[in-house]
Nanobody
Framework: VQLQASGGGLVQPGGSLRLSCEAS????????MAWYRQAPGEERQLVAT???????RYIDSVQGRFFISRDNAKNMLYLQMNSLKLEDTAVYYC????????????WGQGTQVTVSS
């Protein structure tokens, strides 16, 4: 499936954003999906993952602030981001897990999130 992320923007510290990721086809059979981010000059970083049984995991720096969810009926993945910090500034990408090779290997175009006062 092809993925398209949206919902990014400019927000002040402490603010919230909700990112969406639309898949071009069914995500029912996709065992896990994820949000990654990449800040300028840094490597792409895994932020949050969710399985097809709604098990979710987060990196420590976003735990309790970010919430990942998926709606298989709508072929959508979401990331609710609260209490945003300057260091959350990055391009955010959604991704799907490839069970054959055991890693995330499909990313959509990203959406820019800028946290600035």
């Amino acid at each position: 499936v092809q993925l398209q992320a949206s919902g990014g923007g400019l927000v002040q510290p402490g603010g919230s954003l909700r990112l969406s990721c639309e898949a071009s086809g069914s995500i029912d059979g996709i065992s896990a999906m994820a949000w990654y981010r990449q800040a300028p000059g840094e490597e792409r970083q895994l932020v949050a993952t969710i399985t097809n049984t709604d098990g979710s995991r987060y990196i420590d720096s976003v735990q309790g602030r970010f919430f990942i969810s998926r709606d298989n009926a709508k072929n959508m993945l979401y990331l609710q981001m609260n209490s945003l910090k300057l260091e959350d500034t990055a391009v955010y990408y959604c991704a799907t897990f490839n069970r054959v090779i055991g890693k995330y290997d499909n990313w959509g175009q990203g959406t820019q999130v800028t946290v600035s006062s």
